[in-house]
């Protein structure tokens, strides 16, 4: 073996130690760069001229907007006024309603009362709600209505935006009296993804039969206070006239002031309103989720039942028209996890969604956990559509601040495999001891050590002589990747461990890359 070489493998082996390591030795992922905030403030100018213009063709009279960044509100702005009457500015402390940017509230409810034993996610809706027998089964073969179903809009209710809007402060008897007439289904239950703002009343009505306290009271206690949503409501009258936002359309070019909708049975579907200082904490909330590590869970809600809300139930669509901020083709897929919308774009990136939308408001927000930063606006203009300039907020801290991710520090074990792995290839002998020692069972019978010391030494030949050994990079806790570097070209290593307790190669693919 060339010296310089072995040098490079006994300065990893110092590193990473040789004794044995296991598949437990786990470290989370970690941000590294230290710049992020900076990187990002370089373009608040640029941000606040997206939502200045967005209030302007959308004629909304005020817009507050936030940027989180590791738990903390970052910027926050607003233009315009929270009533236009008595022109009071809006300002993050200003009081928006949030329409359906409520339902994620509304899982964690029912999540929460699930962790503590209080339900299952497979139980019957009619097992907590009597009344919804009523509710007959479109097809024969259809399996019952769960609670499952109704948190990832799986039902088999119609859409019913806008007419669900409107229910919103209907009382608890109306909604008894709605229940027992029966309900139009427009598909059986788990076969479909649709829109059902009457699903998540339900979620609500279950959480007050369950907790035996109604639901609004439960939400507040559990889930708001914890949080520190001090200034969060569910009625608008509660709110300092000050501070609350009205809500208006545009209507034969001219503001017209939506009457207010009062909290009733529906409030689960849409029903909160809440400041940009708070909400901030429920998108913290949600990021400190991930990554999965150690630290003490000390939230109303613990991390591994905040991430399971992030993971799609059901599909919901491809965005074939995303673009890059070059223009280049940029496809979302998405669906929807439990109250959020849940999306992976072409280039691997994973973030959580939610809009709303009420006559006189829009809204939404969006997070992306394994850059740690969400995006919010809050307008008080009916169905305001404030996705798309969030869209491209976060598109431009993604691609021109170039957030990183998390950095996944190298796991012991797959660092004592990479050095090993480099010692077996070096002089392409394929030494019996050492493949003994680190080889998985499968890996000969599914090649041979023949053709692998074939294939090893053309690759060799190619590269010329191999000066060190590049660094590992991780895929996760047991896949990885790095490269022998030599005089005409490196030659790259891929390889996989097994789930055996102490993990052994299972897998090796070598990729000669020249100058």
């Known amino acids: 073996m060339q010296s310089s070489l072995r040098c490079s493998l006994v300065l990893l082996g110092?590193?990473?130690?040789?004794?044995?390591?296991?598949?437990?030795?786990?470290?989370?992922?970690?941000?590294?760069?230290?710049?992020?905030?900076?990187k990002i403030s370089t373009l608040l100018p640029e941000i606040t001229q997206l939502y200045t213009n967005y209030a302007a063709e959308k004629h909304a009279p005020g817009l507050v907007w936030g940027l989180v960044l590791d738990g903390q509100l970052l910027h926050t702005a607003s233009v315009g006024f929270a009533n236009l009457e008595k022109k009071i500015p809006a300002t993050p402390r200003s009081v928006f309603r949030i329409a359906s940017m409520t339902k994620s509230f509304t899982a964690l409810a029912i999540l929460q009362l699930r962790d503590a034993g209080q339900l299952s996610l497979e139980d019957p809706v009619e097992k907590h709600l009597p009344e919804f027998r009523a509710v007959k089964p479109l097809t024969a073969d259809a399996p019952k209505i769960t609670l499952r179903h109704l948190l990832g809009m799986a039902g088999g209710f119609p859409e019913d935006n806008p007419w669900g809007d409107r229910q919103l402060g209907i009382t608890d008897a109306q909604f008894a009296e709605f229940l027992a007439r029966g309900s139009?289904?427009?598909?059986?239950?788990?076969?479909?993804?649709?829109?059902?703002?009457?699903?998540?009343?339900?979620?609500?009505?279950?959480?007050?039969?369950?907790?035996?306290?109604?639901?609004?009271?439960?939400?507040?206690?559990?889930?708001?206070?914890?949080?520190?949503?001090k200034d969060t409501r569910w009625e608008f009258s509660e709110v300092p006239p000050d501070r609350l936002a009205l809500g208006y359309r545009w209507e034969n070019n001219a503001w017209k002031l939506e009457p207010l909708e009062r909290d009733g049975a529906y409030g689960a579907m849409g029903g909160l309103l809440t400041t940009a200082e708070d909400f901030t904490r429920y998108i913290a909330f949600h990021l400190s989720a991930w990554p999965p590590r150690d630290d003490a869970d000390t939230g109303p809600v613990r991390r591994s039942t905040v991430r399971e809300m992030h993971t799609p139930t059901q599909p919901t669509g491809v965005n074939t028209t995303a673009k890059t901020l070059a223009g280049e083709p940029n496809p979302i897929a998405n669906g929807y996890g439990f109250g959020l919308s849940v999306s992976l774009d072409s280039k691997g990136v994973v973030f959580a969604r939610h809009s709303g939308g009420l006559p006189g408001f829009g809204s939404e927000y969006r997070f992306f956990p394994d850059y740690g930063f969400g995006v919010f606006s809050f307008a008080n203009i009916t169905y305001a559509g404030t996705g798309a300039t969030n869209a491209k907020v976060a598109t431009l801290l993604l691609e021109k601040a170039q957030l990183p991710q998390r950095t996944l520090p190298v796991s012991p074990i797959l660092a004592q495999r990479t050095q090993q792995l480099a010692t077996l290839l070096a002089d392409a002998t394929w030494d019996e001891r050492l493949g003994a020692e680190i080889l998985a069972e499968n890996f000969f019978p599914d090649r041979s050590r023949a053709d692998w010391i074939t294939q090893t030494r053309s690759a060799l030949t190619k590269s010329g002589k191999i000066s060190s050994v590049s660094p590992l990079k991780p895929l996760n806790q047991l896949r990885g990747t790095f490269a022998l570097l030599g005089e005409k070209g490196r030659i790259d290593v891929f390889f996989t461990l097994t789930p055996e307790a102490s993990p052994k190669v299972q897998e090796l693919r070598l990729t000669f890359v020249g100058p």
């Open 14 to 38: 110092l590193l990473v130690g040789l004794s044995p390591a296991t598949a437990q030795d786990y470290a989370p992922p970690r941000f590294t760069d230290a710049d992020r905030a900076k």
């Open 184 to 229: 139009a289904l427009s598909n059986p239950p788990g076969v479909a993804f649709e829109y059902s703002n009457l699903g998540f009343a339900l979620l609500g009505r279950v959480v007050s039969r369950v907790s035996g306290v109604p639901y609004q009271r439960y939400l507040t206690r559990e889930i708001l206070l914890p949080l520190g949503m």
